[in-house]
């Protein structure tokens, strides 16, 4: 194997994590959703879908589908509380690259 094959090999697995990563910011919604819960999260404090719904100026179906998608991805945890389920942000890698993004963008 040549060095400029290995250098590509090598780089796959940090290429399919940013593109992951941009596919989560490409929607809007989702953008707000996420910026709301982080500001949740510094508050100490978790935002049930209704909460989520109206930061993001979606219907709550639309809104438990998106944060379906980002508990797949490991990026909240939503918890049962009694009719709804309130989500905060998950501790993981995906998380605080999100968080970095925002930070650079000042989002």
């Known amino acids: 194997m040549n060095i400029s094959s290995y250098i590509t090999r090598a780089g796959e697995g940090?290429?399919?994590r940013t593109a992951s990563l941009f596919k989560v910011l490409a929607s809007p919604a989702r953008v707000r959703m996420l910026r709301a819960l982080f500001h949740a999260r510094e508050k100490d404090n978790e935002l049930c879908v209704y909460e989520i719904a109206?930061?993001?100026g979606l219907s709550q179906s639309a809104t438990s589908h998106q944060?379906?998608?980002l508990e797949a991805r490991g990026i909240v945890f939503g918890e049962r509380m009694g009719q709804t389920?309130?989500?905060h942000?998950?501790?993981s890698s995906t998380t605080r690259d999100i968080e970095a993004v925002f930070r650079?963008?000042?989002?």
């Open 104 to 107: 650079t963008l000042n989002v």
């Open 14 to 16: 940090k290429a399919t």
């Open 85 to 87: 389920t309130c989500y």
């Open 67 to 69: 944060l379906t998608l």
């Open 54 to 56: 109206s930061a993001a």
């Open 89 to 91: 942000l998950a501790d």
